[in-house]
């Protein structure tokens, strides 16, 4: 009987350590009229940011948002640190709500420790805690959105918060489309974002 209790303790103990209670790294995926991305967050190092998204997720918002801005080595001025990415959230479908939201509290990639590198999803604002639904991935590494990055005026570079584990190519493939003065031309459609 001690034996069976010792087991199962065990069991139990190896269990928890190893993630059995609860995915420390949710995913979501990205439904896209291009097709579908997957991807990683990181709650661990970027808690705010993650908890603030994935509400935004769980309330629906992504519902009918689009990804409607690219940078490119083609648009951006030459005097301009250059940089790769796409943009989206419901900027253009919703702007409203999206401007209605309180503003996440900045985490800085000095304090995550997520660098802006190909793939890596973090969230669009103007000053430090105005960030809310916008969202942008990287195309390449991006240093210039790391804290104390050429890409930000007041050096605190962007919120990093998970990275594409999946569907990089349709990131790809989004980032080609036509596109005038910095939008896309038309919108790629975000059906929704939801957790995997």
Same mark, same amino acid.
């Given at each position: @009987?001690? @034996? ?49 998204? &994935? ?16 940078? !490119?080595?083609?648009? #951006? ?7 790769? &990415? +796409? ?20 985490? $800085?990639?000095? #304090? ?29 590494? #991006? ?7 050429? !890409?930000? $005026? ?13 569907? @990089?190519?349709?990131?790809?493939? +989004?980032? &080609?489309?036509?596109? !005038? ?11 929704? +974002?939801?957790?995997?």
């Amino acid at each position: @009987m001690c @034996m069976r209790i010792s087991i199962f303790l065990l069991s139990l103990v190896f269990f928890v350590s190893c993630g059995g209670s609860g995915n420390k790294q949710p995913h979501v995926r990205i439904k896209t009229a291009a097709g579908d991305i997957e991807v990683e967050l990181y709650p661990g190092q970027a808690p705010k940011t993650v908890r603030a998204f &994935l509400s935004y997720v769980d309330s629906g918002f992504y519902r009918n948002g689009s990804f409607y801005r690219v940078l !490119n080595d083609d648009n #951006q001025s030459s005097e301009a640190a250059k940089s790769e &990415l +796409i943009q989206g959230g419901i900027w253009r479908s919703n702007q409203k709500k999206a401007a209605s939201l309180p503003g996440i509290p900045h985490e $800085p990639t000095q #304090q995550t420790h997520i660098l802006h590198k190909d793939g890596v999803i973090s969230l669009a604002r103007t000053t430090p805690g105005t960030a809310t639904t916008e969202f942008f991935i990287c195309i390449g590494d #991006q240093p210039g959105f790391d804290f104390g990055g050429d !890409n930000n $005026p007041d050096g605190q570079g962007y919120a990093a918060f998970g990275k594409v584990v999946r569907g @990089m190519d349709i990131v790809r493939n +989004i980032y &080609l489309r036509p596109e !005038n003065n910095q939008s896309f031309d038309p919108p790629v459609p975000i059906y929704d +974002i939801v957790r995997k």
